[in-house]
């Protein structure tokens, strides 16, 4: 396509419609390049309570829906198109998409990352009804009730705390004998009367039923197998970001998330990040919309410096 937008977005959750949305009312042609449907990650959640404006709460899909149509409003395009590479070096930056090749001149990376599964069977099929992964997201849905959660490092020793509040009960399952979380976390878990570890153990699979009612797990070291009642699951083992497209390109973190400050700037000139895409300590919708209005002050910035 012949076309030079200014502004080109990757991604359509709420990092990417937000930086859209503020790009478009600054008056720049603005694209949004998106593969499923608004939202991102949120699409896939019932129930957001912790964004705010939403009293009574929304459901994600509808959230990712207005978030889109308010961009759309101001001018900004969507593009339903997965993006099989991108060229970020030089003025003119390109993608090209299973809908052809679209070219701007300030490319922002909104392509989130996805939560490590546990990988058993009905996994997905219990996806909000049971299945977790993120515990300040859905967490109050299970005040008074028992919970699990899966994992051994920072965000499930965080997870754990933060459902000691409301839960009745919460266990802690880790497939090693200490936890890898910082020392920090230790003796509050330590101290809570309503968390239950289990060292040594992992997820064998779901209990069968038509509704989620707890796990199997397996002891590494005995060999024994358990059942573990419980009201809900939340799953902690970490996060892969979508960063394949941008490799060998923008500059990555060991974890491979996109090394970008609180500017959102990248190691490219008009390249940013934003999102649960780039390093960064909370991965929330509200930070992530918080870096899409950042992303577009500098992408501005650098559009001036174009002449644009």
Known sequence: MDKIYDVMIVGGGPAGYTAALYCARAGFSTLVLEKLSAGGQIALTEQVDNYPGFDEGIDGFTLGQKMEAQAERFGAETELAEVLSLSLQGEVKSAVTTEGTFQARVVILATGANPRPLGVADEEAFLGRGVHYCAACDGMFYRGKTVAVVGGGNTAAADALLLSRVAKEVHLIHRRDSLRATKIYHQPLQEASNVVFHWNSTVESLLPGEAFTGLRLRDKVSGAVTDLACDGVFV?????????????????DPADYVVADET??????????????????????????????VASHYAEEYLAELGR
Not at 236 to 244: D, E
Not at 267 to 281: C, E, M, Q, S
């Open 236 to 252: 902690s083992i970490g996060r892969s970001p979508n960063t394949a497209l941008v490799a060998g390109q923008v500059e990555l």
């Open 264 to 293: 959102t700037r990248t190691n490219l000139p008009g390249v940013f990040a934003v999102g649960d895409v780039r390093t960064k300590a909370l991965r929330q919708v509200v930070t992530a919309a918080a870096d899409g209005a």
